[in-house]
């Protein structure tokens, strides 16, 4: 089949990293007979540095011409780069925001894995990194106390501040549809997340989440308090698949499942449209302190790209043979800086474009 991907290589180590998914993606192409057509545009510092502005109308036009948008990161050293002498919205970051909200991307994906050969770095008790654990988040992303009616006034002579969390039952639907098809690919079980012994908006999120559930009989729904889901994240994570929740619950949880899972070279992310159309990213950022060394991890790029062959172009068979030629790498020894273990025998060092052509070979 024919695709085009639009890639943003960015700032930093993006370019860098971007390169090598877009090997392992010609690769794909080559092996599985698709064409994947690449057209690469400037985003973040470096579309400022030609055009005056983080993100042009001619980019976002390329974005949505695309089945699908692969980026690396953006943004520089704060304090040392000119690009944050800058008014706020003429910076890096505006430019990712404003990319974001034009495509319409509400549905934010951030897998946790923790692989065998990585446990050391996993921060949680060993007998329960042993039994490993793949956890899901699905955050919704527009919606929500970050995007709710807020102000700041003063009465009774002091000042008084007031953040509005809202959510329409069609943003809460069509999230719930996201988490239940993307459960429905791996292990069939959503973990709804919500504080519905308190507010009303998680109580409407129970009940549409209970709802749209019907349509999905072979994926088990469990609801649970966001206070006890952190928790359990930290005690057995490997009792999730799914977990999908609102806005600012997503953005703690995630971070707090990116920080067990312990390798940011290694996690990819996604943000979805309603349709397949989708952003795929890895969760860290553009490491302005190693960039141009070729000694970044490409590996949560690289599984970004197996997220948008999975979930943007339906190719699960060609994400799987990613996501096994990135464990099987791991499992032969071979590493970036970032998750070499010193003390551990038998393990070879990898420049970051090594690092793509050892998983490109393996792609069956
Ligand atoms: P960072 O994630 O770039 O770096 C944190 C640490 O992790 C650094 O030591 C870095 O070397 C390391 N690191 C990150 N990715 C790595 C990789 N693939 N391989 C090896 N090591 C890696 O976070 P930061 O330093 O706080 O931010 C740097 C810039 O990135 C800032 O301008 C920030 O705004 C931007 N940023 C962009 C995005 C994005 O584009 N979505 C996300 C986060 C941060």
């Known amino acids: 089949m024919n695709f085009k991907i639009t890639t943003i290589p960015g700032d930093g180590i993006g370019p860098e990293i971007v390169a090598e998914a877009r090997k392992v993606l010609e690769r794909v192409g080559e092996v599985y007979g698709h064409e994947f057509a690449f057209e690469e545009v400037l985003m973040g510092g470096c579309s400022i540095d030609a055009y005056g502005e983080p993100l042009t109308d001619e980019t ?8 699908a948008v692969l980026m690396g990161s953006i943004g520089g050293k704060v304090g040392q780069s000119s690009w944050y002498e800058l008014p706020p919205e003429k910076r890096p970051e505006a ?9 319409g991307l509400f549905c934010n994906l951030r897998p946790a894995k923790l692989y065998p050969e990585l446990k050391k770095a996993c921060p949680l008790k060993e007998d329960i990194a042993e039994q490993g654990f793949d956890v899901m988040m699905v955050r919704e992303l527009t919606g929500g106390l970050y995007f709710g009616y807020r102000k700041t006034e003063t009465v009774d002579g002091e000042e008084v501040a007031t953040d509005t969390l809202t959510y329409r039952e069609s943003e809460i639907r069509r999230i719930a549809k996201k988490a239940f098809e993307i459960a429905e690919k791996r292990n069939r079980k959503v973990t709804s997340v919500d504080k519905a012994n308190v507010l009303d908006s998680s109580r409407l999120w129970r009940k549409i989440f209970a709802e749209e559930a019907k349509a999905y009989e072979n994926v088990t729904l469990e609801n ?40 940011l070279g290694m996690l990819p992310s996604a943000s979805l449209r309603e349709d397949s159309f989708g952003l795929y990213e890895p969760s860290g950022g553009s490491a302005p302190d190693i960039a141009g060394q070729n000694i970044a991890n490409p590996l949560a790029t690289i599984l970004s790209a197996a997220m948008l062959l999975r979930y943007s172009f339906n190719l699960g068979k060609e994400a799987d043979a990613i996501e096994n030629a990135v ?34 070979e393996l792609i069956k």
């Open 60 to 67: 976002i036009e390329k974005c949505k011409a695309a089945d």
């Open 95 to 103: 430019g990712l925001l404003k990319l974001r909200k034009s495509l």
């Open 224 to 263: 649970a308090l966001v206070d006890s889901t952190a928790m359990q994240l930290i005690r057995n994570p490997g009792q999730f698949d799914v977990v999908a929740t609102e806005n600012m619950f997503g953005d703690i949880l995630s971070d707090e499942m990116a920080e067990i899972a312990g390798s």
């Open 327 to 360: 464990s099987e790498v791991l499992a032969q020894g071979f590493r970036t800086g970032d998750i070499m273990d010193k003390e551990e025998k038998g393990l070879t060092l990898l420049h970051t474009d090594e690092m793509g052509d050892k998983i490109a």
